[in-house]
């Protein structure tokens, strides 16, 4: 469940907004990261290996947002921080499940994936800086590249055994 | 870090929530509520803004109560149902602290329910998160003190025959000052509970319904959460009310209402205010250091 706080879009800068999107993309990648971490302590390799995939490519997309923030504003302070976002692109906790199969895990990357363009498409009519406009409406048209590629992925990915959730409980682990 | 004024916070805050985060990965099983309180957590701590030296972290038992560990602030994974006896102390003896007690129903309504009340009537400025998944998960799986009449569970095979302890009214009647409820369902709204929980001076808390995804059922799951879930705000409740507070607490397993049930307007003194008044009163007559043990000394 995605949701924002303190976020002023009519009067939202160009700089601001690219801030915005680099932590929604960082956001994403730790999520990512957090789940292939579960996964792994729970033995479950194949989509362990698929959020490690999907943590490298929300890395690769922060860096390259920081990259145009630095070109074009250099060091100059950011104005947003963390705590105005919450889960944008980021899959819920609760879509990770011991043994998840790839396919599953496809899916809570999908659910994602269209979390990050609602947002998209539900900020832009509160846009009123052009500059920013053109930057929500490349990130939004992106979403959708991406959830492209997930659904081609969910096609090719094995079939789903057909059990229900509770044949996939682990129990709590040592540590 | 970035120094930014945080939203979630009237006051400066220069520290983001990767600040409590540790290295320790957390083992909870996938799906966890915990996970969510968690987040919760760091970021409650990002926006009170204190460095994790000044914090203190007290657990018990349970998989709820491996929480300080995964914090950077100092950290207690204590004995089963202590964690408020032992969080009383260092909040006396280091009354600088900002110290937090943790863990789960079983942690603090069975083995540790005798504590409760107790906590609550020396008002001490804690801050107490009980993660109520409604079973004992780290053993795998047994009816709890918070369990619904009903639930299956190894230890209840055919359904608990036993009617659930309400936290909310439990410590409600002893007189808790501050008593709020969230879910890992709405982790911002669970952040802001406990933020404003941290803040409270005196005895704060916060149960966290938190399920357990091995061995909950469907309509524990955080799924269920947020179709039902409500806010205390949205149904006219006037949280400075016991009495308005007591009776929406009834709805306890039958509801989902988040947010502060009460609040104290005219908060009571803390124990620590009140040790330092005394200490302070009997100061002038005190006997000299030296001259101490001569009282315990018959002549």
């Known amino acids: 469940m995605s949701s924002t706080k303190g976020i002023n879009f009519p009067t939202l800068s160009l700089k601001d907004a690219l801030d915005l999107a680099i932590l929604i993309e960082e956001e994403a990648c730790e999520r990512y990261q957090e789940f292939a971490d579960q996964m792994e302590i729970h033995r479950t390799h194949e989509a362990a290996q698929f959020f490690r995939l999907m943590a490298g490519n929300e890395e690769k997309h922060r860096s390259e947002l920081a990259a145009r923030r630095v070109e074009r504003f250099a060091a100059q302070p950011s104005s947003v921080t963390r705590s105005m976002i919450f889960d944008i692109e980021a899959p819920d906790y609760d879509e990770a499940r011991a043994f998840m199969t790839e396919r599953a895990a496809l899916r809570a990357a999908l659910r994602s994936e269209e979390k990050a363009y609602a947002f998209f498409v539900a900020a832009l009519p509160q846009i009123k800086d052009d500059a920013v406009r053109a930057l929500f409406e490349e990130l939004r048209d992106e979403e959708v590249e991406h959830q492209e590629l997930v659904r081609r992925e969910i096609k090719k990915a094995p079939a789903d055994p057909n059990l229900p959730d509770d044949d996939f409980g682990d129990e709590p682990v040592g540590q | ?299």
């Not at chain 2, 018990?60 to 969080?87: D, E, K, M, Q, W």
């Not at chain 2, 795998?140 to 359904?159: I, Y």
């Not at chain 2, 025959?161 to 009647?173: D, G, K, T």
């Open chain 2, 1 to 299: 870090m970035a120094t930014a004024t945080n939203p979630d916070s009237s006051a400066t805050s220069t520290f983001t929530s990767k600040d409590f985060k540790s290295d320790l990965k957390p083992i909870w099983c996938p799906g966890c509520g915990d996970f969510g309180v968690l987040q919760a957590i760091y970021r409650a701590l990002a926006a009170i803004g204190r460095p994790p030296h000044e914090i203190a972290f007290i657990s018990g038992i349970g998989c709820s109560s491996r929480i300080p560990g995964y914090t950077t602030a100092y950290g207690f994974n204590s004995v089963h149902g202590r964690s408020l006896p032992i969080a009383q102390g260092l909040k006396l003896a280091r009354p600088e602290l900002l110290v937090l007690a943790a863990g789960g129903d079983g942690d603090g309504f069975s083995i540790g329910g005798g504590h409760v009340p107790h906590a609550i009537r020396r008002n001490d400025d804690l801050t107490y998160i009980v993660m109520d998944n409604q079973t004992y998960g780290l053993t795998k799986g047994q009816l709890s003190p918070t369990s619904p009449k009903g639930q299956r569970t190894v230890t209840s095979a055919h359904g608990s025959l036993e009617n659930p302890v309400n936290p909310l009214m439990y410590v409600l009647a002893y007189g808790a000052s501050f008593v709020a409820q969230g879910t890992p369902a709405d982790i911002p709204g669970l952040t802001a509970i406990i933020e404003e929980a941290i803040r409270f001076p005196g005895f704060a808390f916060v149960n966290v319904q938190s399920p357990c995804v091995t061995y909950g059922e469907e309509n524990q799951q955080i799924k269920h959460h947020k179709a039902v879930m409500k806010k205390l705000e949205s149904v006219g409740h006037d949280a400075t009310s016991r009495i308005q507070a007591l009776d929406k607490a009834q709805t306890y397993g039958t509801e989902l209402l988040t947010g502060v049930f009460f609040r104290d307007p005219t908060p009571p003194p803390t124990l620590g205010a009140l040790v330092r008044q005394r200490q302070e009163a009997l100061m002038p007559n005190a006997a000299p250091r030296e001259r101490i043990l001569d009282l315990f000394v018959q002549r």
